[in-house]
């Protein structure tokens, strides 16, 4: 079974500076050119096709940058215009956060996403609408639930394998869980990468092969770049560079081992995009005869959202 690897793309500089000020500013180009050559190389080492979910503004500033990454051959998804949690938004406001994030990357490429991930993974129980919002805008699939319990995001109890949502209008691809006995240990990447064994991660994923099971990875270019994440050269308040800073260490810490984990992964496992993975998914769904076959069961409060 192939697993999916997802490059979250934003400019770490960019994007931090846009959160803690309310302002778009081009910052950290050479650190993110950096970085994606870096992944680039990587993954043409191992032939592998990766999905990068772009944020727009980062599209906007650098479109040099993201055509380098769609000439290599990989699929580009959105991850919205702005660095947004989608819980803080209203239904109107997130279609027009859809909307612009759309454009931007149709204008840039000539072809519309058919993907899309929710910055910090920001569809929760309660804006479970959403969903309905993305597919009205047009996309084929998501890849924003995580099912599993955290202060940010997650959802516990969500299924953890490709199924449609939004009265079956969409495929959602949830975050890679491996079971430890009644629990789902997060595997997927990100911090995860950095805090786990590069053993446990790779077994946990060999396990959900065997079982035929795809797992939907993320990273970001700067957990791959092996130089030092720089601080943010631009003006802010002393409260605000101190929220950035210590958001700068916490990203700092166990960045090699991210690339480790990566690197052993992409020797031991076969890849597909996240788009081939929607493909697969609705293909199958289409040829199978008996709906029950792919039917989940979420708990109830989850029924009326998903859709066999």
Request: with cysteine.
């Amino acid at each position: 079974m192939k697993h999916v690897l997802t490059i979250d793309y934003e400019g770490w500089h960019q994007m931090v500076y846009g959160e803690a000020t309310g302002l778009d500013r081009p910052l950290g180009e050479e650190a993110l050119a950096r970085a994606t050559d870096n992944v680039l190389a990587l993954l043409d080492e191992h032939a592998v096709k990766a999905t990068f979910f772009v944020l727009g503004v980062t599209a906007r500033a650098f479109p040099h940058l993201v055509r380098r990454i769609a000439s290599a051959g990989h699929e580009l998804a959105s991850h919205g215009q702005r660095h947004v949690q989608l819980f803080t938004l209203t239904r109107a406001e997130l279609m027009v956060e859809l909307e612009a994030a759309r454009t931007t990357l149709s204008d840039l490429l000539g072809v519309s996403p058919r993907g899309f991930r929710a910055p910090y993974f920001s569809i929760r129980r309660e804006n479970l609408w959403a969903l309905e919002c993305i597919a009205a805008a047009g996309f084929d699939y998501d890849s924003s639930i995580y099912p599993i319990r955290h202060g940010r995001y997650g959802i516990p109890g969500w299924p953890s394998e490709p199924h449609a949502v939004a009265g079956g209008r969409l495929v959602e691809l949830p975050l890679a869980t491996a079971p430890v006995g009644s629990l789902r240990l997060p595997i997927a990447g990100g911090g995860y990468f950095r805090a786990l064994p590069t053993d446990v991660v790779a077994r946990a994923l060999s396990g959900l092969a065997s079982a035929g099971r795809s797992a939907v990875l993320y990273l970001h270019p700067y957990q791959l770049d092996p130089g030092p994440l720089s601080a943010v050269a631009a003006p802010l308040s002393p409260w605000r560079r101190f929220t950035v800073e210590r958001f700068r260490v916490a990203q700092s810490i166990g960045r090699q081992r991210s690339l480790e984990t990566l690197k052993r992964l992409l020797r031991e496992a076969t890849f597909q995009t996240a788009g081939e993975l929607a493909t697969a998914f609705l293909t199958s769904r289409r040829s199978n005869r008996d709906p029950g076959h792919l039917k989940v069961n979420p708990s109830p409060s989850l029924a009326s959202t998903v859709a066999s």
